[in-house]
C-alpha cells in the first residue's frame, strides 16, 4: 500500500507545481488534454463523482474519486 508519505517522499510541492501548471497551460492553449466527461452519481445516503485527464504524449494519466456524504457530521463520522 502506498502512504502519504510515501508520496510526499516522491512528489515534492515544486513538482506538484509544475505538473498542474503544465497540465493548466495545455489545457487553455494546446487542445492536448483529453479529459472525458466527468462521472456522477447518487449512493445511499451520498454521492460518488469521478474525473480523469489525460495529457497527450505523457506516459501518466490521473484520476479523482471524491464522495460526499453530508449525514456524516450528525453521525459523528468525517
Given at each position: 500500500?502506498?502512504?502519504?508519505?510515501?508520496?510526499?517522499?516522491?512528489?515534492?510541492?515544486?513538482i506538484a507545481l509544475a505538473s498542474a501548471r503544465r497540465a493548466f497551460?495545455?489545457?487553455?492553449?494546446?487542445?492536448?488534454?483529453s479529459q472525458p466527461t466527468p462521472m456522477g452519481w447518487d449512493v445511499a445516503d451520498g454521492d460518488v463523482h469521478v474525473r480523469g485527464a489525460w495529457l497527450k504524449g505523457s506516459p501518466?494519466?490521473?484520476l479523482k474519486?471524491?464522495?460526499?456524504?453530508?449525514a456524516n457530521r450528525d453521525r459523528g463520522l468525517p
Open positions: 500500500m502506498i502512504g502519504l508519505q510515501d508520496i510526499q517522499a516522491l512528489v515534492t510541492p515544486a497551460e495545455a489545457l487553455a492553449t494546446s487542445g492536448a488534454v501518466i494519466f490521473a474519486a471524491a464522495t460526499g456524504f453530508a
